[in-house]
C-alpha cells in the first residue's frame, strides 16, 4: 500500500500519466508516483540512447497557466522505501515548481500538472536530467541570453534588434567575424 508523499494518509490508486506508464495517482492533491521500474521501462521506448540530451525549451519562454500545487514546498517521504526525496527546481515566468525523486529507489514525484509541463518542457523521458549539473547551468545560459536579447529588443527596438542578431550570427559564422565586430565597436565608439 503506497501513501501520499505529501497528504500522508491518503491511499494511492493505481491510474497512468502516459500510455504504457503505469503509475500511483492520488486522488486528493493530483500527484502521480511513478515507481522506478515503470518509468525505465517507459523511458526506452521514448527516447534514443545516442541522442545527446539537451534543453529543447527554455522553461523561462514557456507560456502556461499552470500553478505549483498548494504542497509543492512540503518535504515528502518516499512512498516506497520512505527516504526523503530529493528536489530538481524549474522555473517558469510565473514562479517555480520541484519534481521530486528518491535517491534510493529512483521512482518519481509529480504534483498535479506537472507532468504536462515536464512534457511542454520535452522533459518527460529525461527527469533524471533535471537533476543534474549540466541542465542547471544550461537552462542558466541560455536564460541569460534570452535576457540579453530582451534587453536589446528593449533598447533597440524589434527591427534594429532582429537585424543586429543577423548580424551577429553572420559574423559568429564567419572566419573573420572578429574584424567585422571590431569595425561595429570603432564606429559606434566615435
Not at 507532468?115 to 529525461?126: C, K, M, N, T
Amino acid at each position: 500500500m503506497y501513501q501520499c508523499p505529501k497528504e500522508g494518509e491518503i491511499e494511492l490508486q493505481d491510474g497512468q500519466l502516459a500510455p504504457e506508464l503505469a503509475v500511483k495517482a492520488c486522488p486528493s492533491c493530483g500527484g502521480a508516483w511513478i515507481p522506478p521500474e515503470n518509468y525505465v521501462t517507459w523511458q526506452q521506448q521514448q527516447i534514443d540512447p545516442e541522442a545527446p540530451i539537451q534543453v529543447a525549451v527554455l522553461p523561462l519562454s514557456l507560456h502556461t497557466g499552470f500553478e505549483p500545487a498548494a504542497l509543492d514546498n512540503r518535504a515528502a517521504l518516499c512512498p516506497d522505501c520512505r527516504s526523503y526525496l530529493v528536489r530538481g527546481r524549474i522555473t517558469l515566468k510565473q514562479g517555480s515548481f520541484y519534481v521530486e525523486r528518491c535517491p534510493n529507489c529512483t521512482g518519481i514525484w509529480c504534483d498535479g500538472g506537472e507532468w504536462e509541463i515536464l512534457q511542454q518542457l520535452e522533459l518527460q523521458a529525461h527527469i533524471d536530467y533535471i537533476f543534474s549539473a549540466d541542465w542547471q547551468a544550461q537552462v542558466r545560459e541560455l536564460e541569460h541570453s534570452e535576457r540579453e536579447k530582451l534587453a536589446t529588443i528593449d533598447k533597440l527596438g524589434p527591427d534594429i534588434a532582429q537585424r543586429v542578431f543577423e548580424l551577429a550570427n553572420l559574423l559568429e559564422e564567419h572566419p573573420n567575424g572578429d574584424f567585422g565586430v571590431a569595425y561595429l565597436m570603432r564606429r559606434v565608439d566615435q
